[in-house]
């Protein structure tokens, strides 16, 4: 279905079958442990970077997509989520365990550099040391923060000191180094160009970044325990819609929904599926509007024409939503096992103005086109700045737009299917400019796939036997997925591959909930694309980059 | 406001205790002029000398219609808000202005989002950075109680634990209308030359040197400088 670029490093990897692996990892797996989106294996600590390495040179596990860490009775764990870029359905897990007393393992760093981040994320959360990582120190957290609050023994009554002293003045003398003649300037975290509370270390040279570190955590809102301490069946669902705010509420709610139905084996109704689908369509269009129109502001300070179009048309994706779900932007509307209520009625009148929007969207898109895209000004700005090579996005875990502006061929969509994708016709979309250009290209281009998707979807919907509209599964009324069941299910959300990782305790609440957000991993690519550039190039990668800090730091 | 209501003065100094104080909620519903409105022309003058009060009224109404918002965005209602700036909702309207990037150059500053430890600091630092006579408006819940997030272990059980709000908008997030809905009762409770007192915050930036000794402190002596601003988060005593 791709339009784009094939991918060609490692095309030639084939499936690889249980027993391949089983060979593969061979003495150095030490139990096995079954997770219902692939086989896991148990290794020792200390050999996780050859285990790892392994898989991803001989079997071609390229994409370390998440790294979970928990504390059990009696030991911590960290599991690595791996995939393929080139076949996202084919999943393995690595479950490290280590003691209590001496929770070190060794980094994945050396072999996947999106560890490094996962990595400091378990260390600050949970309290996992991971020996051999560059750079292990809090990442969402203070540096001053006392104790791991993921950790069973973490008592959240106790005070904290939080210092202000890393915010320092940029224009004290004491930043100019003296030999090499470089400047240290602090960018957020209340900057107009990071969306949201972004802080990025910056030191430059002249006008050139020589490097720069993103800081994250201005935004932890404590997403994952607030999920643990949420029951299956309805007080997780509101959550989602917090993580990606940028109105990809339901894209977020059916990560969630789609893990927990996969565990708890529920059918969803087709006629639900539909649903879902057009909704999450209309929520990655509202998305990407935004991105455009903030990527506008940013790189040539435009806010009165593009901004303001692109907030007009987002108000009127949202106006469609909100007379579907009730809500502007939190929406809460799907359930598990299916979708709060059906379609708003009078029906005709929701198709007439959706159908509406439709038929508008691509005199609007050609307006973007001709006004951003075509502008002298933004391709000199665009082009060949932010320069992210594929090797580099995949090795970085980036995902969705990013990786696709990238070349990289990489739809959950299509890949690892869901909902009604399968049986619907678009096309993924590729670049393979790897500039910040062609991320932006690559957002405008799905806005008219999606816009089919939706269109299908009206199709669907308008022609369904009225006797067979069922919004809902029965599900029932308290949930409990069996005792140490285990899985992690990812959706293609608006910036990339959100997955949920969720473990059962057997109670109708979850043993942990792991969120693993697109943006974070993007973010991390961050210094890659650009070091040794110019300082205004910053702003227009972390544009490009399209990150909500609400994902970022959970 | 009106004057049957209890009437509180505005605390100017440092709580003994960290229990988290109720004194703003209680004082916003004074009523009248208070000290953040050209006090140092009425010490001169006394009272109310008729020019002063009208010249007063004046003010009031030039700071009502011309609003400068600061540009600042946190969380989910930020979208909202901007939401509120662009098209169809433009609050520019009331002459509520074309958001800020400099604290410098702004009067109101909308919290539009849930506040976390570690942006706490940066939080008081920005609104100390405005210029007075300054207002906040207080946009959804967890800016009113940390709303949904209200247990968790990183996040400020409301933006009122460190700067003074003047309205508070509630929702999840609030609709644009909401938020307009706010503003303008925000000007209108300028033009009346009314605002939420400064109060001293359960949460201060304080010199690390200042801290009484404690468990806490002696552990990160060796961290912290003794002049380094730090702010100190008694999560047990939050509401
Ligand atoms: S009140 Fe709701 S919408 Fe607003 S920042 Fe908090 S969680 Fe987000």
Request: hydrophobic share 35%; aromatic share 8%; glycine share 6%.
């Amino acid at each position: 279905m791709s339009t784009g670029l094939e991918e060609t490093s490692d095309a030639e990897t084939v499936d690889v079958t249980e027993a391949e692996l089983e060979a593969l990892i061979g003495d150095r797996a030490l139990a096995r442990d079954e997770h219902e989106n692939a086989p896991g294996f148990v290794v020792n600590p200390d050999e996780v970077q050859s285990v790892l390495g392994d898989l991803k040179d001989e079997a071609g596990y390229d994409h370390l997509s998440c790294v979970t860490a928990q504390q059990y009775e009696d030991r911590y764990e960290s599991i690595y989520h791996l995939k393929k870029y080139d076949d996202a359905s084919d999943e393995v897990s690595i479950v490290v365990p280590t003691t209590r007393d001496d929770p070190v393992s060794e980094s994945a760093e050396p072999v996947f550099r999106t560890a490094d981040w996962h990595e400091r994320e378990a260390y600050d959360l949970v309290g996992i040391e991971y020996a051999d990582h560059p750079d292990l120190r809090r990442i969402l957290l203070p540096e001053t923060w006392q104790g791991h609050p993921l950790s069973d023994d973490y008592d959240q009554d106790k005070p904290q000191l939080v210092t202000l002293a890393e915010h320092e003045n940029p224009l004290a003398d004491d930043h100019h180094d003296a030999e090499s003649d470089t400047m240290f300037l602090n960018v957020g975290p209340h900057h107009p160009a990071t969306h949201g509370v972004l802080h990025v270390k910056t030191v430059l040279d002249g006008e050139t970044i020589v490097d720069v570190d993103p800081d994250i955590g201005y935004l932890h809102r404590c997403e994952e325990q607030m999920c643990q301490q949420g029951t299956y069946r309805h007080q997780i669902m509101p959550y989602p819609d917090r993580w990606d705010y940028v109105s990809s509420g339901l894209l977020n709610e059916w990560a969630y929904a789609r893990a927990i139905e996969d565990l708890a084996d529920i059918e969803v109704p087709e006629y639900a599926q539909v649903i879902r689908t057009m909704g999450a369509e209309l929520c990655r269009i509202a998305s990407h509007m935004l991105a455009l129109g903030t990527f506008a502001l940013d790189v040539y300070g435009e806010f009165t024409a593009i901004f303001q179009y692109t907030f007009r048309d987002r108000e009127v994706v949202q106006d469609i939503l909100e007379d579907l779900t009730g809500q502007r932007m939190m929406f809460n509307y799907f359930r598990v096992g299916g979708v709060a209520w059906d379609l708003p009625e009078p029906r005709e009148e929701f198709f007439e103005q959706t159908r509406d929007f439709l038929d508008e969207l691509p005199a609007k898109v050609a307006e973007y086109n001709d006004m951003v895209t075509s502008n002298e000004i933004f391709q000199t700005r665009c082009i060949d700045t932010g320069v992210l090579e594929p090797d580099v996005a995949k090795d970085y875990g980036c995902t969705g737009p990013v990786a696709r502006g990238s070349g990289v061929d990489y739809d959950l969509r299509r890949d690892d299917p869901y909902g009604y994708y399968e049986h619907l016709d678009w096309d993924v979309v590729t670049r393979d400019g790897c500039d910040n250009y062609a991320r932006v290209l690559c957002r405008m281009e799905e806005v008219e796939e999606s816009a089919k998707i939706i269109e299908q979807c009206l199709d669907l919907l308008e022609e369904w036997p009225e006797d067979d509209r069922e919004v809902q599964a029965n599900v029932p009324r308290t949930l409990k997925p069996d005792a140490g069941s285990e899985i992690y299910r990812a959706v293609e959300a608006a910036k990339g591959e959100l997955g949920i990782y969720i473990r059962s305790d057997g109670t109708d609440k979850p043993g942990r909930f792991k969120i693993r957000s697109p943006c974070f991993s993007n973010l991390q690519a961050l210094p890659e694309m650009t070091e040794g550039e110019y300082i205004p190039d910053l702003v227009a990668s972390l544009g490009s980059l399209d990150i909500v800090l609400g994902e970022v730091d959970r | 406001m009106g004057s049957d209501e209890p009437e509180t003065q505005p605390r100017q100094a440092i709580h003994d205790s960290t229990a988290p104080s109720t004194d703003t909620r209680d004082s916003r519903i004074g009523e009248g002029v208070d000290d953040r409105f050209n006090s140092k022309l009425r010490e001169a003058f006394g009272a109310s000398p008729f020019i002063l009060t009208k010249f007063d009224e004046f003010m009031n109404w030039v700071r009502g219609n011309s609003m400068f918002m600061l540009q600042f965005g946190i969380a989910c209602c930020s979208i909202e808000m901007i939401h509120t700036y662009a098209i169809k909702h433009d609050v520019d309207r009331y002459g509520a202005g074309v958001p800020r990037a400099s604290p410098r150059q702004a009067d109101v500053m909308i919290v539009p989002g849930t506040i976390v430890s570690k942006f706490g600091p940066r939080m008081k630092r920005v609104y100390d950075q405005m210029p007075e006579p300054k207002f906040v408006v207080g946009m959804g819940s967890c800016t009113i109680s940390g709303g949904p997030f209200q247990e968790g272990y990183n996040v400020v059980k409301g933006a009122e634990e460190i700067i003074p709000i003047d309205i508070h908008v509630p929702g999840c997030p609030p609709r644009p209308e909401a938020l307009i809905y706010g503003i303008l009762k925000l000007q209108e409770r300028i033009q009346n030359g009314e605002s939420s007192p400064v109060v001293v915050k359960p949460y201060e930036l304080e010199e690390f040197g200042d801290l009484p000794e404690d468990e806490l402190v002696q552990k990160l002596a060796d961290e912290i400088d003794e002049d380094d601003l730090v702010m100190r988060y008694n999560w047990a005593d939050s509401p």
